[in-house]
C-alpha cells in the first residue's frame, strides 16, 4: 500500500516531486485496475498542485459525492451521466489541501447494500464489503494512498476491515455532508481510507486544517473499554478472535483494558436504526422510488418496500432513543478513553453476493462517534479482520492516537 | 389572498374542482406577476392531482431548492440553466399530497442578502425582504396559497412580516434541507408562507403527514413570554408597537403575559450566529467561491472575503456555546408555552437595496426552534408590521396554536 504520510515526507524533503507521486498512482491504477474494478472513471488529466500539505497525494471520491469535473452515477443506471454543477465541499477541501482528484470509485447504488462487481484485493474471490467498496479496494490495492467513502450503517468501516486498510469515520458533520448523495441526514457520514492509521490523521488533518489531528511523536498508553455488542448477535470466530489478539496486544503494550456492558439505552438505540435510516431513506430517495422505481436495484428496492409504513410518529419515537442513547454513552467515556469492538462479524464473505453485514457498526453511526478501523489479524485465505476503535463524540484526535497505540501494538505482538 | 383551508374545504365539498383552484391560482399569477416579479419561472402545464390532502393547491418553490421538471437557479449566474435530475425530498412531500407545483419564486443569490427585483404587493416602494422574497410576495398578493423558504437568519419570517402574510419557520430538519443549495447546514430550514396560520397548519401537516399538526376547533389560551431580545439593539417604532399591540390583544384573549428575559448564553448564541453561518458558508459555497468569485453579487462576497480567516477552533467554540444556549433555552418554555417577539426591526425598508435586517431572527434560527409570523398590525403606507410566536423545539404545533390564537386576537381587537 501507499503510506500518505511516507509520501509527503518524501515531497517535503524533494525526495519526490509531486508530479511523481501522482504518476506513481496512475500506473498503479493502469497496473491494477482492470482486475480489481474499484473506479467508475478517472481523471483524464489529473492536476497537480504545487503546494499544500496533499499535493502529490492522489484520491478516490466515492461516486456518490458530487464533482464538477467527472461525472457522479451513484453506483445507479438513474445517474448515467450526471454532470454535477459543482464539486461537493469535501471535494474542495481535498483540492484546496493540494490533493489531485484521481477518479471516482465504486459505490453499490445509492450507498445501499446491493453490491458492485468490485474485486478485495486481498483474495479475489471474497467481497470487498461495501458500501465504499471502490475506495477501500484502491487504497488496499496500493492504486492510491487515499479515498473517501460514506458510513449510514457500516459502509467505510467494514469494507476497510475486510479490505485490511485503516480508515476513520469521523465524528458527525466533521466533514460535511453536502454534495453527498442523501440517504439519511441524521446518519450519513463521510470517512476517509488509507493505508495506516498515522496516514489517516495526516489525511484528516490536512482536509480540515486542524493541527490537532496530526499524531504527536509520543503515544499514551489508552484506558480501553471492550464492548462485545451482545445486542447485535455473537461475532464469527474470526471476529471474536480479531478482538482478542488487539486486546492482548494493547493490554501488552501498557493499555488498562476491561470489558464494558453497553446501558440499555445503547443497545435500544442500536434496535432503532433501521427506523431512523429508512424513514429517512424513503424522503431522500423519494423522486427516485416514484419515478425510477424499476431501475432501483433489488435489496434496497425490497427495503424500500417494506418500510413504506413507516410514520413520522415512529421516526419520532426513534430519534427520541437515538438522543438518550447519545447522552448515555457520553457517560462511559468518563472512566475510558475510547472503546474496542468488531469492525465486522468476521472476514469477508465469499462471493461477490453480499457485502456483508453492518450490525456491529450502525451503532456507533447513530451515536455520531468517531470510529477507526484497525486490521488486526489475517485469516485463512489472506483475508484481514479488523477491530474498531471508538472514542467520544468531537474526540476524533484521541480515536487516532488510541487506534495508533492498537496498531503498534499488533505490530509488535 | 387565497386561504388553503378554505379552498381545501371547497374541493373536500365538491363546491370547487382542483382544475380549477389550480386555474385561479395560474390566473393570478398571469395577471399579477409581471408587475410584482415574485416567479423566476412557471410550470407550462401544470399536473393537477385528483386526490390528496392538497390536490388543487398551487405552489411556489424557492429556487435554491431543486426541481426535475423546472431549472433551478439559486439567483445566481452561476446556476443559469441548470436542471437538478431529481426533486428534492421536500418538493416530493408536496406531489405526494397532491399539490401543483406552479414555479421557481424568486430568491437572493444563495439565500444571502443581495436583492432581487421583486416588489412588495403591499407598497411597491419597497422590499418584499428576502431571502425567500418571491414566496412571501406571490402569497401576498394572491397568487398562490402556499409557497416553500428557507431561513439561515431570517429569510422566511422577515418577508413574511414585510409582506403581511403568515409563515412558519418549523422546528430544525422538519422539513428535509437535501436538495436544498446550503448555506449553512447547521441553520438552513425549510419554511412555508400562506395567507393565515390556520392555513399554514394545514398545509405543514399534509406535507408531513402529521396529523398532530392540524388545528383544533377549540385553541387554549396560551401562556405567553414576551421577550424583547435587546442584545440585538432597539426596534423601530412600527416593530414596538407591533409588539406592544400583539400583546395587548393576547391579554384580553385571556393569555398569561410576562416579560421574560433571556439567560446570558441565549445572548451570547445571538453574538455567535454569523460565525457559525460563515464558516459553514465558506464550505458550502467554497467551488462558487474559488471558481466564479466574479460571479457572486457584492453583498455576499463582501461578507465571503470578511471571513475568510474563520478557524475551526473559531467554529468549535460556536458550537459549544450554541448547546449550551439550546439546553437553557428549552428549561425556559417549563414555565411558558410560547415566547412573542418581533419578527423584524419594524415594517419593509423603502427602496429595493436592502432587503432588511435578520437581527431578530436569527437567534431563534439556531436554537432550530418553531417561529411563526403573525402580522399585527399596518404602519403608515399600508406596510404590514409582524410579530413572532416561538414554541419549545419539536413543538410545531403548540407555536401553530398559540399563533392562531394571537391571530385572532388581534383579529378581534
Given at each position: 500500500m501507499?503510506?500518505?504520510?511516507?509520501?509527503?515526507?518524501?515531497?517535503?524533503?524533494?525526495?519526490?516531486?509531486?508530479?511523481?507521486?501522482?504518476?506513481?498512482?496512475?500506473?498503479?491504477?493502469?497496473?491494477?485496475?482492470?482486475?480489481?474494478?474499484?473506479?467508475?472513471?478517472?481523471?483524464?488529466?489529473?492536476?497537480?498542485?504545487?503546494?499544500?500539505?496533499?499535493?502529490?497525494?492522489?484520491?478516490?471520491?466515492?461516486?456518490?459525492?458530487?464533482?464538477?469535473?467527472?461525472?457522479?452515477?451513484?453506483?445507479?443506471?438513474?445517474?448515467?451521466?450526471?454532470?454535477?454543477?459543482?464539486?461537493?465541499?469535501?471535494?474542495?477541501?481535498?483540492?484546496?489541501?493540494?490533493?489531485?482528484?484521481?477518479?471516482?470509485?465504486?459505490?453499490?447504488?445509492?450507498?445501499?447494500?446491493?453490491?458492485?462487481?468490485?474485486?478485495?484485493?486481498r483474495n479475489h474471490g471474497h467481497t470487498p464489503g461495501g458500501s465504499s467498496s471502490g475506495s477501500a479496494a484502491a487504497v488496499a490495492a496500493g492504486m492510491i494512498p487515499l479515498a473517501l467513502g460514506t458510513q449510514t450503517g457500516g459502509s467505510v468501516i467494514r469494507p476497510a476491515a475486510f479490505c485490511g486498510v485503516a480508515a476513520i469515520k469521523p465524528s458527525f458533520r466533521m466533514l460535511p455532508t453536502v454534495g453527498v448523495k442523501c440517504y439519511s441526514w441524521t446518519l450519513d457520514t463521510v470517512g476517509l481510507f488509507a493505508a495506516g492509521v498515522k496516514d489517516l490523521a495526516h489525511g484528516l488533518s490536512a482536509i480540515t486544517s486542524r493541527p490537532e489531528l496530526m499524531p504527536d511523536a509520543a503515544i499514551a498508553a489508552p484506558r480501553i473499554g471492550v464492548v462485545t455488542q451482545d445486542f447485535a448477535g455473537a461475532p464469527e470466530p474470526a471476529g471474536g478472535e480479531a478482538l482478542r489478539i488487539a486486546t492482548l496486544a494493547a493490554e501488552r503494550a501498557g493499555a488498562t483494558v476491561r470489558e464494558l456492558a453497553l446501558p440499555d439505552i445503547v443497545a435500544e438505540a442500536w434496535r432503532i436504526h433501521p427506523t431512523l435510516q429508512e424513514y429517512e431513506a424513503h424522503h431522500a430517495l423519494a423522486w427516485e422510488y416514484r419515478t425510477h422505481r424499476d431501475a432501483i436495484p433489488p435489496l434496497l428496492r425490497a427495503r424500500l418496500d417494506e418500510t413504506t409504513g413507516l410514520l413520522p410518529a415512529d421516526y419520532d419515537a426513534a430519534r427520541r432513543v437515538a438522543n438518550r442513547a447519545r447522552k448515555a454513552l457520553a457517560q462511559l467515556f468518563d472512566d475510558v478513553d475510547v472503546l474496542l469492538t468488531f469492525s465486522a462479524p468476521g472476514a469477508a464473505p465469499k462471493g461477490l453476493a453480499s457485502t456483508g453485514d453492518p450490525r456491529f457498526n450502525r451503532l456507533w453511526t447513530l451515536m455520531g462517534v468517531p470510529c477507526v478501523n484497525v486490521p488486526a489479524y489475517v485469516a485463512d485465505g489472506g483475508l484481514p479482520v479488523g477491530v474498531q476503535v471508538i472514542a467520544r463524540f468531537g474526540n476524533d484526535a484521541g480515536a487516532l492516537e488510541a487506534a495508533r497505540f492498537v496498531e503498534e501494538a499488533l505490530a509488535r505482538l
Open positions: 501507499i503510506s500518505l504520510a511516507d509520501l509527503q515526507r518524501r515531497i517535503d524533503a524533494n525526495e519526490l516531486s509531486p508530479d511523481a507521486a501522482i504518476a506513481q498512482s496512475v500506473e498503479a491504477v493502469d497496473a491494477q485496475d482492470k482486475t480489481i474494478g474499484a473506479f467508475v472513471c478517472r481523471a483524464e488529466d489529473p492536476r497537480v498542485a504545487n503546494s499544500g500539505p496533499l499535493r502529490g497525494i492522489a484520491v478516490g471520491i466515492k461516486d456518490i459525492i458530487e464533482t464538477s469535473e467527472l461525472p457522479t452515477e451513484m453506483g445507479s443506471s438513474i445517474y448515467r451521466g450526471f454532470r454535477p454543477r459543482a464539486d461537493a465541499p469535501v471535494v474542495m477541501m481535498l483540492k484546496r489541501a493540494g490533493a489531485t482528484i484521481a477518479g471516482k470509485t465504486t459505490t453499490t447504488a445509492f450507498a445501499f447494500v446491493d453490491p458492485t462487481a468490485t474485486l478485495n484485493p
